[in-house]
């Protein structure tokens, strides 16, 4: 087919390299203002699922690779590969919501907050992203750790089917009995899965009607013993209660009644259907027992996901430049926090931080067993590398590497959604097992690797 007959064949954009509007389509394909140097032969904005059909023709016909793009979230840069074609699904952000049913069908580029505040006017809700602006798409089929995600699951749980486009071009509905292998990878393979999911159908919450935050700051230097004590605490804690660790530089933003110099932060989020209900849930957390004195208590606030989401945003700015990894770990969280304080101290930017949630998915929840996401160890750790300037880039990177390389002797894996790539083609995200049967998959349902795997270098 000629190139004329193609681009009038798809509704929505296609862009070769070279053309007047590429090189803004290629940076708008990431979030972040750090953009590698990696350059797609061919970029198609999708409009339609028919859009995604056609975008597979050039690759089968001159043996093009394809990398998929939802919401441009991943720090590092997966759906930007050199050669091939990118396939923009981010015009794909229609949803449906069934309130009788309690079920959504969503498509890849629907944005979670977005899809959050319009399930709260029916009363229901979701486990969506942390960060505001992250798509589902991506999200979904990287696992999903999100709000509430202690009492119900990994997002990807909730994900009842899916339609994908296969390499071949077939268009396949996808649940536990129909194509069941396709749709246990679907759920958790991350950016190197081997089709293109146009929609997820989606099982929905009630929502929570009642939020309370309590939030303690301490100086860094306490983060050993603020861990033992909030991680013991943690055990008693309901399930509905979201407990997290933030290390912190002066200058990072979301740390409560600031600015301090180094901080850690413990808070606590009750999801709840009463305040009197989510108090009841944080009443662990009233006692203290730690003779240093902390720079500031909030105990039992009201708040609401739209506050939540605006303090995500104060963590997660636009227009910032951003590294980021994850590391799973049978270590325990004082000894991994101890290591990672170091290292905020001597961060090169006052931006940067670690987030720690504590439990973020019970490795007891049974539905864990279906699905290619793997939960990897008992703590959970994550820093980000956050910046302005573009002459700062090299000392950031190497900040974020240096960090991860004192703490990876303690790591059991790295959780797909938010690992850096690029530092270790050989770094797991999963069971050795998992990772036989997603290799299994993609020799069934794309023999001739259409679709790029994981970005390894």
Not at 112 to 140: K, N, T
């Amino acid at each position: 087919m000629s190139e004329q007959n193609r681009r009038s064949r798809i509704e929505g954009a296609l862009l070769r390299k070279g053309d007047a509007d590429y090189e803004t389509a290629r940076a708008r394909a990431l979030w972040n203002e750090l953009k590698p140097d990696r350059y797609p032969d061919l970029i198609v904005r999708a409009a339609n699922e028919r859009d995604v059909q056609e975008a597979l023709k050039p690759a089968l016909s001159s043996g093009l690779r394809l990398a998929v793009r939802a919401g441009g979230h991943s720090w590092c840069g997966s759906p930007l590969r050199d050669g091939g074609i990118l396939l923009d699904l981010s015009g794909l952000d229609q949803w449906k919501i069934d309130a009788d049913s309690a079920t959504a069908t969503v498509q890849p580029g629907v944005i979670g907050s977005r899809f959050a505040r319009e399930l709260a006017r029916r009363d229901l809700a979701f486990p969506a992203g942390h960060c505001p602006s992250v798509a589902l798409g991506g999200y979904l089929l990287s696992g999903g750790l999100g709000w509430n995600s202690g009492l119900w699951g990994v997002a990807c749980a909730s994900v009842l089917e899916i339609t994908a486009v296969t390499a071949g071009g077939e268009v396949l509905r996808c649940t536990e009995e129909e194509h069941p292998g396709l749709f246990w990878a679907a759920r958790g393979a991350g950016p190197g899965f081997f089709a293109v999911v146009t929609s997820f159908r989606l099982r929905l919450r009630p929502r929570p009607t009642a939020l309370a935050t309590t939030s303690y700051v301490f100086p860094l230097a306490a983060v050993g013993p603020v861990t033992d004590w909030a991680t013991e605490t943690a055990r008693e804690l309901p399930a509905n209660v979201e407990l997290s660790f933030l290390l912190a530089a002066e200058d990072a933003p979301g740390v409560p009644d600031g600015p301090w110099p180094e901080v850690v932060v413990v808070t606590a989020t009750a999801f709840a259907d009463s305040h009197t209900e989510a108090v009841g849930a944080l009443r662990p957390l009233w006692s203290c027992p730690l003779s240093e004195r902390p720079l500031s208590r909030r105990l039992d606030e009201p708040t609401s996901l739209a506050a939540l989401y605006d303090g995500s945003m104060g963590l997660w700015p636009e227009r910032h430049r951003y590294a980021a990894d994850t590391l799973w770990s049978h270590e325990d969280y004082a000894s991994l926090l101890a290591i990672l304080g170091d290292a905020v101290a001597r961060a090169p930017s006052g931006k940067s931080f670690v987030l720690a949630p504590v439990s973020p998915v019970s490795r007891e929840d049974e539905s864990l067993r279906n699905m290619a996401f793997s939960v990897l160890g008992e703590s959970y750790v994550v820093p980000y590398a956050v910046w302005t300037d573009p002459a700062h880039d090299d000392v950031n990177v190497h900040w974020l590497r240096d960090a991860m390389r004192a703490v990876e002797p303690f790591g059991t894996g790295h959780y797909i959604a938010e690992t850096d790539l690029t530092a270790d083609p050989s770094r797991g995200s999963f069971t050795a097992a998992d990772w036989q049967r997603l290799r299994s998959l993609r020799a069934e349902y794309d023999p001739q690797g259409l679709f790029f795997s994981c970005l390894s270098a």
